[in-house]
């Protein structure tokens, strides 16, 4: 990992090696001519695809997930304690590394060739074979694996992990963030379909229906649910009866209905310990389940929850495909399942009052230490350091051999330079000469540290790095 520090050319401005370093690397990286090393191990990378950065992989070995102090830990702690605590029935796999496979993170989910969020605009690549992973479902398939082979004996798994998106630069925006998916199976009893005996695999959902709901009851926190359970526009796999749809739907949204209950009940304790008023505190959570659709499962839902006077979408889920079921090595007709995924950097903004995403990366003290192991407070506040904003504008090359700029190339320009300093960019205007046909973009930089003031000097050597680095590689005429 690279340090920061200053060299001699830049102590004036004071600008980190990491962010002079990222600019000098990646080029080297684009141009094939040094190994990238990312967990230990090393890549060859190409010049056609490689787009990953030094300052990107800094973040791959922070795993804020796994550090119990931090919110994005507690919140996924507080997760998998809450499904665990019906019948013990997942295993948390939260170790993955964040290299992938192009066939594990596209081709194995059906992602056709052309989809966008295969392009480099979207994903950093290592190189054509591997990239840093874009969402956790790139590990699905062989958590499935280890489910069929009895590798586990248990009957769900839950995976949480960093996952990485080339994206716009703003308070809640990060190019790392953290999703968690799960997912819960029954293997079918075929054969007592032709008895008048129920079929094994029913019962247990039944049974495990009914210890979830037991549960569900005693929360103190009571949820009012609104679902909608018919299937119009929402339409069951053909493999499935309708009883089982039932069953497995309901298991689904009463685990998930756990989950909400126990996470906002301890941000409501928090806040009745804060609040003088604790009468203006809810008592009950209301949620409502909408219907939805996603490539891997059907029937899907979304669930959302009222607060703070808007409802807020949480969770996407549904019961999964038998084509993802059939990949992992299940026979045909044989296994249900169920799973959802979210995103826990977005709840945990929401639940510890986190106004700006940048805060979960950063190192200071006032920030980490307002955190403790199982328990979601409000964050107070440090300090409020000043904005400084910069225009950079530009006029579009019109030949057509030169590449071609997408606004997220714009954005990583952006970071590689500045990091963190950065709160957000924003397209201010855009233009079209009324003669020439060329076409204008002004960008706004909102450049605000965290925790200390920026100088000038150092905000216009920043600056005058983005600009030349857009001139540069894709030949913008400057204004």
């Known amino acids: 990992m690279l340090h920061i520090k200053y060299t001699y050319k830049y102590m004036a401005s004071r600008i980190p090696l990491k962010y002079w370093c990222s600019q ?18 090393k890549y060859q990378p190409d010049g056609n695809f490689t ?24 919140l996924r702690d507080a997760i998998e304690n809450k499904l665990n605590s019906t019948d013990n029935a997942f295993l948390a796999y939260n170790t993955y590394k964040p290299v992938v496979s192009t066939y594990e993170n596209f081709d194995s989910l059906g992602f056709p060739k052309d989809h966008p969020g295969r392009s480099k605009s979207d994903t950093y ?20 694996a280890k489910a069929k082979s009895g590798e586990t004996n248990k009957p769900g798994f839950l995976i949480s992990a960093d996952v990485y998106r080339r994206d716009e630069i703003d308070r809640t925006h990060y190019p790392v963030f953290h999703q968690m998916e799960g997912c819960r199976i029954w293997n079918r009893d075929n054969t007592a379909y032709t008895s008048n005996v129920e079929p094994g695999h029913i019962t247990k959902m039944r049974e495990d229906l009914k210890k979830l709901e037991q549960q569900l009851h005693q929360q103190q926190t009571k949820v009012v649910v609104e679902d909608d359970t018919s299937l119009d526009g929402n339409p069951k796999q053909n493999y499935m009866t309708d009883l089982e749809v039932d069953l497995c739907s309901k298991h689904l949204k009463r685990s998930i209905e756990l989950v909400i209950s126990d996470v906002f009940h301890r941000k409501l ?7 003088k008023d604790a009468s203006e505190i809810p008592t009950e959570l209301q949620v409502r389940w909408i219907k939805a659709y996603f490539p891997w499962t059907a029937p899907s839902w979304e669930i959302e929850v009222w607060w703070q006077g808007e409802w807020l979408e949480l969770c996407g889920c549904g019961l999964v495909q038998e084509d993802v079921l059939k990949k992992a090595g299940y026979a045909p007709d044989s296994t249900i399942s169920w799973a959802f995924g979210l995103g826990l950097d977005r709840i945990a903004m ?9 805060l979960f990366w950063t190192q200071d003290e006032r920030f980490q230490k307002q955190f403790q192991k199982g328990i979601i407070n409000t964050f107070k506040p440090y300090s409020k350091y000043p904005s400084t904003m910069r225009d950079v504008a530009f006029w579009l090359p019109q030949t057509e051999n030169v590449e071609k700029i997408h606004e997220n190339d714009l954005m990583e320009i952006v970071r590689n330079a ?13 233009f079209v000469h009324p003669k020439s046909g060329k076409k204008s973009l002004c960008y706004r930089i909102n450049y605000q540290s965290m925790d200390r003031n920026l100088t000038n000097n150092e905000i216009n050597a920043l600056q005058e790095e983005v600009r030349n680095e857009l001139s540069r590689k894709y030949n913008v005429h400057l204004r």
């Open 269 to 275: 304790e928090s806040l009745r310990k804060t609040n």
């Open 418 to 430: 500045a990091g963190d300093l950065v709160e957000s960019v924003k397209l201010v205007d855009e």
């Open 51 to 74: 787009n990953v950065t030094p300052s990107m992989i800094s973040l791959t070995g922070r795993s804020l997930h796994l550090k119990d102090r931090h919110p994005v830990g507690i």
């Open 24 to 41: 000098v690397c990646s080029r080297l990286y684009s141009n094939g001519s040094k190994i990238i090393e990312i967990g230990g191990k």
């Open 125 to 144: 690549y290592v190189n054509s074979k591997y990239l840093l992973r874009t969402h956790t479902s790139a590990h699905e398939l062989e958590c499935f």
């Open 350 to 358: 929401l639940l510890f009052e986190i106004p700006d995403i940048r």
